[in-house]
């Protein structure tokens, strides 16, 4: 078992002990996510691919968060951040985005012509440590400056 994934069991358990109704249940939607990508999984399911169920819960949110602002629902929108918050406490530290264009930039250097060709480069140093929406960008501003 993951040691991430026996880290939120903990923290559910924590949040029930609590009586967290908010905070159990965003922890106990995680543990169903996790459980059922492990299911889909060939692998017993490790960090990375926990990891990768937080990432697609935080864009979720994230996308819910700008309908609900768009709509004026800012008490739902909030309380998408909130879960936001609790999710993001799991993910790895942020990748500073001078580092992923550094790495772009090496990869432009090194041959890359397109966007594509780049993010074949840059996706698996950075896969599970940051969105891939900030690779695409940082590789789209690489070819510019080309």
């Known amino acids: 078992m993951s040691d991430l994934f026996a880290r939120l069991q903990g923290a559910l358990v924590t949040a029930r002990k ?15 996510q996790v459980k059922d990508a492990g299911l889909k999984l060939d692998h017993p399911i490790a960090d990375g691919d926990v990891i990768d169920v937080f990432r697609k819960g935080v864009k979720s949110r994230r996308d819910s968060i700008e309908q609900f602002e768009k709509a004026g629902r800012t008490e ?7 879960q ?45 440590r940051v969105d891939g929406k900030v690779i ?10 080309g």
């Open 18 to 32: 609590a009586q967290d109704k908010e905070r159990t249940l965003v922890l106990s939607t995680l543990v169903a």
């Open 76 to 82: 739902l929108a909030d309380r998408e951040k909130a």
């Open 84 to 128: 936001t918050k609790v999710i993001e406490e799991f993910l790895p530290a942020a990748i500073d985005p001078a580092e992923i264009l550094a790495a772009a930039k090496a990869g432009v250097a090194g041959g890359a012509r397109d966007v594509g060709a780049l993010m074949k480069v840059l996706m698996p140093q950075f896969k599970g």
């Open 136 to 145: 695409n960008d940082a590789a789209r501003e690489a070819l510019q400056a």
